[in-house]
């Protein structure tokens, strides 16, 4: 018993006297919030904050400026003004469908018909009406006018089509530059070529050459001809004169221009 009393005492003293390492918790860190100034005194913030409040109001933040862009609408750009004394261009052959080319086809019924008449009037009286005919189908009924030679009829019908606003094309030209040399009438078609050549807006086309060329050769040898018919009539040469006019179409004019 004293043993053990004395083994315990023994152990207690060793423990005491050993040296221990305590440790000691450091406070946590106190931050404490430091505001960093980059300008020296106040002086030259309040200076700063004045020249940046100056600098927006004379150039607004891009914040700004694209809100304001968002808001306003996008206007497309306008076209350019158009000349309204230019010529107009024709319609393009597409535009021949739907219901005018109904239109189209009837009127050319009429016209294998041979109803002329009815033909012009459907096309005038279709020119103000929902379906407006258009200038293939005004030329067609041109044409067929020129082929019987009623040349006052169709002189009219151009003169309404122009006036309701109907843009010709290189056909509708051709029909007048043949018109005007049939009637002999040269200085109306070198007048209707210099508006070909001048005022629209296409080219002429090598059938408007042709014509020219041919209705003008045609015009000079009837001159030289015709001025034969005095001697050729007193010779008693009538038929021959008759027969040599025929080649060139000539014989309506020779026969106007008998004087018996």
Same mark, same amino acid.
């Given at each position: @018993?004293?043993? *053990?009393k004395?083994?315990?005492?023994? !152990?207690?003293?060793?423990?005491?006297?050993k040296?221990?390492?305590?440790? $000691?918790? /450091?406070?946590?860190?106190?931050?404490?919030?430091?505001?960093?100034?980059?300008?020296?005194?106040?002086?030259?913030?309040?200076?700063?904050r004045?020249?940046?409040? &100056? &600098?927006?109001?004379?150039?607004? +933040?891009?914040?700004?400026?694209?809100? =304001?862009? =968002? =808001?306003? +609408?996008?206007? *497309?750009?306008?076209p350019a003004?158009?000349?309204?004394?230019? +010529?107009?261009l024709?319609?393009?052959?597409?535009?021949?469908s739907?219901?005018?080319l109904?239109l189209?086809n009837?009127?050319l019924?009429?016209?294998r018909e041979?109803d002329?008449e009815e033909?012009?009037l459907?096309t005038?009286? *279709?020119?103000?009406?929902?379906?407006?005919?258009t200038?293939?189908?005004?030329?067609s009924? @041109?044409?067929?006018?020129?082929?019987q030679?009623?040349?006052?009829?169709?002189?009219?019908? !151009? &003169?309404?089509?122009?006036?309701?606003g109907? /843009?010709a094309?290189v056909?509708?030209?051709?029909?007048?530059?043949?018109?005007y040399l049939?009637?002999?009438k040269?200085?109306?078609?070198?007048?209707?070529?210099k508006q070909?050549?001048?005022?629209?807006p296409?080219?002429?086309?090598?059938?408007?050459y042709?014509?020219?060329?041919?209705?003008?050769?045609i015009?000079?040898?009837?001159?030289? &001809?015709?001025?034969?018919?005095?001697k050729?009539?007193?010779?008693?040469?009538?038929q021959?004169? !008759?027969? $040599?006019l025929?080649?060139?179409? /000539? *014989?309506e004019?020779?026969e106007?221009?008998?004087? $018996?």
């Open positions: @018993m004293a043993l *053990s004395l083994s315990l005492f023994n !152990h207690l003293t060793k423990t005491l006297t040296p221990r390492l305590l440790r $000691f918790h /450091a406070p946590p860190p106190v931050f404490l919030p430091v505001r960093l100034f980059s300008f020296a005194t106040p002086e030259e913030a309040a200076a700063e004045r020249k940046r409040k &100056r &600098r927006l109001r004379i150039e607004p +933040p891009l914040s700004a400026l694209r809100h =304001q862009q =968002q =808001q306003q +609408p996008r206007h *497309s750009p306008s003004p158009q000349n309204p004394n230019a +010529p107009k024709p319609e393009p052959v597409s535009a021949l739907g219901n005018r109904n189209h009837r009127i019924k009429l016209i041979n002329l033909a012009a459907l005038r009286h *279709s020119i103000y009406s929902n379906c407006r005919p200038i293939y189908t005004c030329n009924v @041109m044409a067929a006018q020129l082929r030679a009623k040349y006052s009829e169709l002189l009219s019908l !151009h &003169r309404f089509i122009t006036q309701a109907v /843009a094309n056909v509708t030209h051709n029909l007048l530059l043949t018109v049939d009637c002999r040269t200085d109306l078609a070198l007048e209707q070529y070909l050549i001048n005022d629209a296409f080219n002429p086309s090598p059938t408007t042709r014509i020219l060329i041919k209705g003008l050769w015009i000079s040898k009837l001159k030289k &001809r015709l001025k034969l018919r005095v050729w009539r007193q010779r008693g040469s009538y021959i004169l !008759h027969l $040599f025929l080649d060139v179409g /000539a *014989s004019e020779f106007c221009r008998r004087g $018996f």
